[in-house]
């Protein structure tokens, strides 16, 4: 019993004990309250004597940007919740209050179950270098998530990748940009193995009209997205044969950490996605200008951005790229290989790889090694494409690549037994710029006149190639206009809204189809009151066609097109005129691009509406004075409407 009442006494005596720490706590806890309370308004003071809401770190890390119309700023970011002031949105100085705020709230605003340090790590780790916070005075929360994030990168170098324009797609014809995080010292560095940033839209499987106007008014959602490199390298390089360039870039350890802690809280933040401004590329650059903020790059294109004007500018500014590498797609080396590999030997490939050629053929044996090993090896690449590109694979060919495979490797030579592919002499960033002006003079139908010519992007095929993807043209909202001194006549001759073509030769290997379209306004030369006379009217000229196109000997292209050609304006008969036509060329030069001319032939026969057959041949030649002027000269001879006149003009043309 004296055991048991000592007990009871020991209980009740700890009870004053217990309450003395809990009030303890209560106080201590209201005194660190009136602490932190204290330390924000010492942190949110020091920021504004900083005026780091005006920071351009600041401004890049919430995408803040000018209004297009009105003054402050407005932030590209769509997603409400990614602001944690009322008005973040539009107001940078309180979103940057209320994020000092939170850091100090350890159960307040949440993300995935992480608090504001760790969700917003580029902000805080920004924040934390300019302001120096005192671990003491607001403790570091252990970022689990991030880290494992930030560690399974192993980041030691940030790369921008280029891949090509890929034509069949609108989306991609520009060419695309994404950021590859490296993995590991330089030493025994496997790219393949890296990451990718990528910025893309959701396009839900849109197509034509749709896809178009959603893209060029901002109705698709785009957001950062990372995907292992070699995934990437599949889907440009592979299946889509699209070119690589990839850019690695002197970003230093800490430009590095600040990069990937903005990714981090970029996780399915929604934005916005323009075709012509707010696209992939201005989106890599505000990533980058995140990292150094110091380069402006997003400031450079107020009006609208293409994937390889971006390159020029992160290339050009210096001190930033370290080294420039090239990486084939499938397509480019099959090609590569069809130039290299004699006739009966390219032959050999195609029914090796598509079954109608046993790889183990004893006729093969008759090759010497190394022959024999191209043949093997440019087999199972051609296999490997047909498969990634065209169709699924079926048993009987899953057995017939391990053949050839299986026959490759008792060939006793090591190497694919073909040099490897040239890297091309004119990188990207080393093209011409895309804009373009011109001046010139000229005669048509006995006139003489002056002509002026803008064009905001992007690429002829009578522009100089290098940097570009071969045979593809796009032009966009291209003016040509004239002054006709007799008449004292100003006219627009020609106002593209879009001209898109694709001339790829056929080969081998390769068979395919070459395309164009194109719209815009038209000055044709039409019958006045239905006489003899022929006056220049306006009318809205549409035309697409398909054909092929060949290689007749190195540097040139040769081409056939059939298609349809559709005007409507007020001046012709039932107010239209359409009908079919056909049109064969030859675009040749020498390999240094210093100059290319372009020999033309077409028709169309107008059978509805305007009837009529409007035929024009001519040539068209380009001299390279500087890397960013030529001059042009045309000429050619025109017949509609059972009238013939010359055309002809010289035009100076400058690259900006």
């Not at 009322?86 to 100090?104: I, M, N, S, V, Y």
């Not at 498969?387 to 190497?415: K, M, N, W, Y």
């Not at 038209?522 to 006379?533: A, C, K, Q, V």
């Amino acid at each position: 019993m004296f055991a048991a009442g000592r007990a009871r006494v020991c209980a009740w005596g700890l009870r004053p004990a217990l309450l003395l720490i809990a009030l303890a706590g209560l106080v201590t806890a209201a005194a660190a309250q009136v602490a932190d309370s204290a330390y924000v308004d010492e942190l949110i003071a020091r920021a504004d004597a900083l005026h780091l809401a005006d920071d351009p770190a600041w401004r890049a890390l919430l995408h803040y940007e000018p209004r297009h119309f009105g003054s402050g700023a407005v932030s590209a970011v769509d997603s409400s919740w990614f602001f944690l002031a009322p008005d973040g949105k539009t107001d940078p100085r309180a979103e940057l209050h209320a994020t000092l705020r939170q850091f100090f709230v350890a159960d307040g605003w949440r993300r995935d179950g992480e608090p504001a340090q760790c969700a917003l790590r580029g902000r805080y780790l920004w924040l934390d270098r300019r302001l120096g916070f005192e671990p003491s005075r607001l403790p570091p929360t252990p970022c689990r998530q991030y880290d494992e994030f930030r560690g399974g990168l192993d980041a030691w170098g940030v790369t921008l990748i280029f891949p090509e324009a890929f034509m069949n797609n609108p989306s991609s014809m520009f060419g695309h940009t994404l950021l590859r995080i490296d993995a590991g010292p330089p030493s025994g560095r496997r790219n393949l193995l890296s990451y990718g940033v990528n910025f893309s839209a959701d396009t839900g499987g849109d197509g034509g009209v749709a896809f178009a106007w959603k893209g060029i008014t901002g109705s698709y959602r785009g957001r950062f997205g990372i995907h292992p490199y070699y995934d990437i390298v599949k889907e440009y390089a592979d299946w889509e044969s699209r070119d690589i360039w990839e850019y690695e870039l002197t970003l230093a350890p800490a430009n590095i950490d600040l990069l990937l802690a903005h990714v981090w809280e970029l996780r399915d933040v929604d934005f916005a996605y323009y075709f012509f401004d707010e696209n992939c590329s201005y989106q890599i650059l505000a990533l980058l200008d995140v990292a150094r903020p110091d380069l402006h790059l997003r400031e450079r294109f107020p009006a609208w951005v293409a994937p390889a004007d971006t390159v020029r500018a992160v290339v050009n500014e210096p001190g930033l790229l370290r080294a420039a590498s090239f990486r084939a797609s499938t397509a480019t080396q099959l090609r590569h290989a069809a130039r290299e590999l004699p006739a009966a030997q390219r032959q050999e490939v195609r029914d090796i790889a598509r079954g109608s050629e046993a790889p183990d053929d004893p006729r093969l044996a008759l090759l010497d090694a190394r022959e024999h090993a191209a043949v093997l090896g440019t087999a199972y690449d051609l296999f490997r494409y047909e498969e990634l590109t065209q169709r699924e694979t079926t048993p009987q060919e899953r057995h017939r690549a391990r053949s050839i495979l299986l026959a490759r490797s008792d060939v006793p030579f090591e190497g694919p037994g073909l040099p490897p592919v040239p890297q091309p002499a004119v990188r990207p960033d080393q093209g011409h710029p895309i804009a373009r002006a011109g001046l010139g003079a000229g005669v048509r139908d006995g006139r003489f006149y002056l002509e002026a010519r803008l064009r905001p992007g992007y690429h002829d095929l009578m522009d100089p190639s290098g940097g570009y993807t071969a045979g593809a043209q796009i032009d966009f909202f291209a003016l040509t206009a004239r002054w006709y001194t007799r008449d004292r006549e100003v006219r627009v001759h020609r106002f593209t809204v879009v001209d898109v073509t694709s001339v790829a030769p056929w080969d081998t290997f390769f068979q395919p189809i070459s395309w164009r379209v194109a719209t815009g306004v038209f000055s044709r030369l039409l019958p006045e009151n239905h006489g003899s006379d022929l006056k220049e009217r306006y009318v809205w000229r549409s035309a697409g066609g398909a054909g092929i196109a060949f290689e007749p000997w190195a540097h040139a292209l040769a081409y056939g097109f059939a298609g349809a050609t559709v005007d409507v304006g007020s001046a012709l008969t039932d107010d239209c005129a359409v009908g079919p036509g056909a049109e064969v060329g030859l675009f040749a030069g020498p390999q240094s691009d210093r100059w290319k001319t372009h020999l033309f032939a077409e028709v169309t026969r107008f059978a509805l509406g305007e009837e009529s057959t409007a035929a024009r041949a001519g040539l068209n030649a380009r001299l390279s004075l500087t890397a960013q002027q030529a001059l042009e000269a045309a000429i050619s001879g025109n017949r509609d409407f059972d009238r013939n006149w010359i055309e002809a003009g010289i035009t100076w043309l400058y690259y900006f």
